[in-house]
């Protein structure tokens, strides 16, 4: 079992559908992270959530909403996406807050969104 | 604010050739953390290493070792005797220590190495 486990893999929406990208940590850590990796692009930081609380929201626009039920689990909600969305989302997890102890990030397989 | 910045976007070496990754950053901060990350074509980014601003001696990990040049703020990255499983997108990236903590990391564009058998 990998310990951050994303699902799924990959989803392809139109713009209208109501979709959600879930994120599992297996690994005890206590921060969550969501990235987004467009083509060319650093990869992003959109959220993060230290032990179930919202730490920082990167000016994300409204249409991607996060939630954070406990310390294991972290969701993206998505609606009314843009095909401009279209990305690999990464979930990652850490020790502590922001990078934690180590600083280190362990992340999942990511979420391949094709929004048409 | 912190940046990162990877020039080189793709490079392709022959098997068994060294290859260097660049990384350079900006921060304002005398405290910060550098790291580099491996995203295999799985998807996943895989850590590498961690260095404190404070540690400036170079490190060996088996073919990998690492630059730390606080003079030219660089974090360069080589790969000796490349083999094909090292094709992947490297990832260069930079934490701030503040008194709240860290921040979490800002990451550069990768570079996307292609070792060809």
């Known amino acids: 079992e990998t310990g951050v486990t994303q699902t799924p893999r990959h989803l392809v929406m139109g713009m209208t559908n109501k979709k959600s990208l879930k994120c599992e940590q297996h690994l005890g850590h206590n921060a969550m992270y969501w990235y987004k990796q467009s083509a060319k692009k650093p990869l992003e930081l959109m959220f993060v959530?230290?032990?179930?609380?919202?730490?920082e929201n990167n000016s994300v626009p409204s249409r991607f909403s996060p939630e954070c039920p406990n310390s294991s689990h972290l969701f993206l909600h998505l609606h009314t996406l843009q095909p401009e969305d279209s990305a690999l989302y990464l979930c990652a997890s850490s020790q502590g807050e922001a990078g934690g102890i180590t600083g280190e990030l362990f992340f999942g397989e990511g979420s391949r969104l094709t929004v048409l | 604010a912190q940046k990162v910045t990877q020039a080189q976007t793709e490079i392709s070496v022959v098997e068994k050739e060294d290859v260097t990754l660049d990384c350079v950053y900006e921060t304002r901060d005398t405290t910060y953390y550098l790291f580099w990350y491996k995203q295999p074509p799985s998807g996943e980014l895989v850590f590498l290493i961690r260095r404190n601003s404070f540690d400036e001696q170079n490190e060996i990990s088996g073919r990998y070792s690492w630059n730390f040049q606080k003079s030219t703020s660089s974090f360069n990255f080589t790969i000796t005797a490349s083999q094909v499983v090292d094709s992947a997108v490297y990832f260069c990236a930079l934490s701030e220590n503040w008194n709240s903590g860290n921040t979490p990391l800002v990451f550069g564009k990768g570079t996307r190495l292609s070792v060809i058998a």
């Open positions: 959530y230290n032990f179930k609380e919202q730490t």
